[in-house]
């Protein structure tokens, strides 16, 4: 004869251990997953806008720069002031190592203008990967393969100060921006 008592002890001992199991389960896959992790305040898209002249002509600059953990990606845009045609622009993207507040870019390619049927710039770059004609050729009208910089970010800006060419300051145009996040 079963005793009823006996049946529902182990009732409780199993339903204790199978608690206990999907407990470890969830602690365990909480941290391994990184379901309460957060990204560094910098990772994100931000923006950057200015007015430039040539001359009398206006022109819109707008950056727009995509930053994860290990990669980047900025994208520089020219347009003449009230016109939504893009006159040219400027890609670059690549890897980043960041350690505190400082970072460094290395290129993996640039970007130029990618036309459209008609032969206009569109505001998609074309990439052109490191080694190629064309990202010489960039290299060689002064930007450097490799920049180091530091930062400052909140969930609403990044302020990013780089010396893009290498030239020990940090005084250039593009070169100490805040950037809002987008």
């Known amino acids: 004869m079963i005793n009823h008592k006996d049946n529902t ?23 391994s997953c990184g379901w309460f992790t957060t990204d560094p305040d910098y990772v994100g898209s931000w923006q950057y806008t200015e007015k430039g002249y040539a001359g009398e002509i206006a022109i819109n600059i707008t950056h727009t720069l995509k930053l994860t953990e290990g990669t980047f990606e900025e994208v520089i845009i020219y347009r003449r002031d009230n016109s939504s045609a893009v006159m040219s622009l400027l890609g670059m993207k690549g890897n980043i190592t960041v350690d505190g507040d400082e970072v460094l870019f290395r290129l993996t390619a640039i970007g130029d203008c990618l036309e459209d049927t008609f032969d206009k710039c569109t505001s998609t770059p074309e990439w052109f990967a490191k080694g190629s004609a064309t990202y010489n050729t960039y290299l060689s009208l002064g930007i450097s393969e490799s920049f180091e910089g530091t930062f400052e970010a909140d969930e609403d800006y990044l302020w990013l100060v780089r010396d893009m060419n290498n030239d020990t300051d940090t005084d250039d145009d593009w070169e100490d921006i805040e950037f809002e996040r987008i």
Do not use: A, G, P, Q
């Open 9 to 31: 002890m182990e009732k409780v001992l199993s339903t204790r251990i199978l608690l206990s199991l999907i407990l470890l389960f969830m602690v365990s896959c909480f941290h």
